[in-house]
């Protein structure tokens, strides 16, 4: 999507207020000994409150309204049966849509204390994609964002994961321009228009290259195995800069 009027920015930012709104209200009811599921029906009754549908059920007919991946699951996972506990990280992916508009946002929580390195990993995922957001603007070259955050990684030891990438965002869940790369690729000459809606999503990992599936057909997991941490935001290309949508107020 390109915004064009003031009106679709506004759209655009009740649906991100509403999404951002429910990923951190489902972080702060997170507690040891709750289910993946009793924590998605807390998000179902927050986006249902709000009027707004979850994309992932509307679009994909993924089942259930958010996805919480947890530990080794990395991203897509589906709320169930599995046990939350102290120590774990618990990425929390919420998308929806409101009035026409969609946003997308997403964050690895933790549940207590967990290990150093992976509280590392996790402010480290967090620091990557603001330094991503920051190369959105009008005329930007889209490959920037992955140039910023591969540096990002490289410098610090951190590999990414390389085929689960950002996208364009706003009038659907996944839209033009789709695999937005969030790592260093070579021979992506588009830019980035003013208007544009996009997310910036990199997964951080300490090892991790790739995103595989199993036996559900939704749940990835990192391959090589290792703890990866995702981070999102849906943004707003200006000319002044990014204008992120998805905040908490």
Same mark, same amino acid.
């Given at each position: 999507m390109t915004i064009t009027h003031e009106d679709e920015l506004s759209g655009l930012r009740e &649906?991100? $207020?509403?999404? #951002?709104?429910?990923?951190?209200?489902m972080a702060a009811a997170m507690e040891p000994g709750m289910t993946t599921r009793e924590l998605d029906d807390i998000g179902r009754a927050l986006l249902d409150l709000e009027? #707004?549908?979850?994309?992932?059920? *509307?679009?994909?007919?993924?089942?259930g309204a958010t996805c919480i991946s947890v530990n080794e699951e990395i991203a897509h996972g589906i709320p169930g049966?599995?046990? &939350? $506990?102290?120590? +774990?990280?618990?990425?929390?992916?919420?998308?929806?849509?409101? =009035?026409?508009?969609?946003?997308?946002?997403?964050?690895?929580?933790?549940v207590g204390a967990v290990k150093p390195s992976l509280d590392?990993?996790?402010?480290?995922?967090?620091? *990557?994609?603001?330094?991503g957001i920051r190369q959105v603007g009008s005329d930007k070259p889209l490959a920037g964002v992955g140039k910023a955050v591969g540096k990002f990684a490289s410098d610090r030891g951190y590999t990414l994961i390389q085929n689960l990438a950002s996208h364009g965002v706003g009038r659907s869940l996944h839209e033009y321009p789709?695999? &937005?790369?969030?790592?260093?690729?070579?021979? +992506?000459?588009?830019? &980035? =228009?003013?208007?544009?809606?996009?997310?910036?999503?990199?997964?951080?990992s300490t090892g991790g290259l790739r995103a595989t599936e199993r036996e559900d057909k939704w749940t990835l997991y990192s391959e090589p195995a290792a703890p990866v941490v995702q981070y999102e935001h849906t943004v707003v290309a200006t000319? $002044?800069?990014?204008?992120?949508v998805t905040l908490p107020y």
């Open positions: &649906i991100g $207020r509403v999404v #951002a709104n429910t990923m951190h209200r009027g #707004a549908a979850s994309a992932p059920e *509307a679009v994909y007919d993924f089942p049966e599995r046990v &939350i $506990r102290a120590g +774990d990280l618990v990425n929390i992916d919420v998308s929806a849509s409101k =009035n026409g508009f969609f946003a997308d946002t997403g964050a690895t929580f933790r590392r990993l996790c402010k480290d995922g967090k620091r *990557a994609m603001e330094i789709s695999e &937005i790369a969030t790592w260093p690729t070579r021979g +992506d000459k588009r830019r &980035i =228009n003013k208007g544009l809606v996009l997310t910036v999503e990199p997964f951080l000319d $002044r800069g990014p204008i992120v």
